[in-house]
């Protein structure tokens, strides 16, 4: 295996680890899960048929094998990554935003699916606030408004989408 190689199955190997923690973390707090079928799964799923194409390309050099099998680890990982409501916050692609960070948020429903706009602080960061959207199934936008109005119905209100 040569030196590329190696540095590229480190850091795909590094990657995967990272995302399946984060995978096992969400998984043990997350009730209600976001709409699984999204563009952005939907391009790396088509990433991931590659990296399973370069594995029977390359049979036969085990160092291309092992750096697509890894590479194809870490896509799986961060296609399993979903976001979703949890008690006390949501999780955005594996990062857990609580719900005393949110300054406010809406909903609205559109054809099949339930968008929930968020605008939160980051204690981390200095710079203002960001906004982010969950993307639900419709079949739960009832589950999903009751336990937004309970947990931070306060901070309701109409934004600019």
């Known amino acids: 295996m040569d030196f590329f190689n190696l540095v590229l199955t480190g850091i795909f190997l590094a990657i995967g680890i990272w995302l399946g923690t984060k995978l096992l973390r969400m998984k043990k707090y997350v009730k209600i899960y976001a709409k699984f079928t999204t563009l952005t799964r939907l391009m ?30 870490a896509i799986l990982m ?15 692609v594996g990062n857990y935003i609580p719900f005393t960070e949110v300054v406010d ?5 559109d054809k099949n699916k339930f968008i929930v706009y968020f605008s939160y602080k980051d204690d981390k960061q200095k710079s203002g606030n960001f906004q ?4 639900f199934d419709i079949k739960k936008a009832d589950v999903v408004e009751k336990q937004l109005k309970e947990k931070i119905g306060k901070k309701y209100r109409r934004m600019k989408k």
């Open 105 to 109: 948020f809406d909903y609205k429903t």
């Open 44 to 73: 790396f799923l088509v990433a991931l048929i590659f990296a399973i194409l370069t594995i029977f390309i390359y049979f036969g050099n085990i160092g291309e094998m092992i750096r697509s099998v890894i590479m194809a680890f």
């Open 132 to 135: 982010t959207e969950v993307v």
């Open 78 to 92: 961060f296609i399993y990554l979903q976001d979703g409501l949890c008690d006390e916050g949501f999780f955005i």
